[in-house]
């Protein structure tokens, strides 16, 4: 009876061994598929950082040009070629979806401008565009070095197209074609006040 006995616990003994065995093994796996999309997720949102301030750097870094015309050609880097980047006045943000086991999920990054930019838009959609816009606004003159806009005139005209492109990218910012260089230009826009210049300078983006 005592033999029986101990047969029965060392079989209980086996078993609950291997259930131990058993749900260990489950709890690694799970954790596994825990884990992995954490460190992806975390690896992709780096990424996106790294995409959306490069880009920045770049708008900021022709800002602070002070030759007119200057103009500075960004190539997307391959990697980043499956996102999905928008460039508003004040931002560029970057998306992409991440796939995991439990679905898909959209990751964002939206890294502010310290200097405003104009994308294109639906008044221009690059520098030809803008001086013809320029030029509808002040009669015939563009706002160039040799045609400057009358500032008493032409100024407030000027700022409120600038004001109304920048609520426009805010809904609907600008999506570049990742296949393209994107054109990074400081413009300047020249003003007669009487006897006096005054100058506006603006960056402004387009493919």
Excluded: C
């Excluded at 260990?24 to 799970?30: S, T, Y």
């Excluded at 007119?68 to 943000?93: L, M």
């Excluded at 990218?169 to 006897?195: C, Q, W």
Aim: proline share 4%; no cysteine; charged share 30%.
């Amino acid at each position: 009876m005592r033999r029986f006995t101990d047969d029965e616990r060392a079989w209980a003994d086996f078993f609950i061994t291997r259930i131990g065995v058993i749900l260990f093994a489950a709890v690694l796996l799970l954790s596994a598929f825990k884990i992995y999309p954490m460190f992806k997720g975390q690896e992709t949102r780096a990424g996106l950082d790294a995409a959306a301030s490069d880009i920045a750097s770049r708008i900021e870094a022709v800002d602070v040009v002070t030759v007119p015309g200057y103009k500075y050609f960004y190539v997307f880097d391959e990697k980043d070629k499956n996102k999905r980047i928008e460039i508003s006045t004040e931002f560029v943000v970057v998306r992409y979806i991440l796939s995991t086991p439990w679905g898909e999920r959209e990751l964002v990054h939206a890294e502010p401008l310290v200097a405003h930019v104009y994308p294109p838009n639906s008044n221009w959609s690059n520098t030809s565009g803008l001086m013809k816009k320029l030029g509808d606004l002040g009669a015939g003159r563009n706002g160039d070095a040799v045609s400057p806009l009358d500032f008493s005139r032409d100024k407030e005209k000027v700022d409120g197209m600038f004001n109304n492109i920048e609520a426009e990218l805010a809904r609907t910012p600008f999506i570049p074609d990742m296949n393209r260089s994107l054109l990074i230009e400081k413009v300047m826009i020249h003003y007669r006040d009487g006897n006096r210049s005054v100058e506006r300078d603006y960056v402004i983006i387009y493919q």
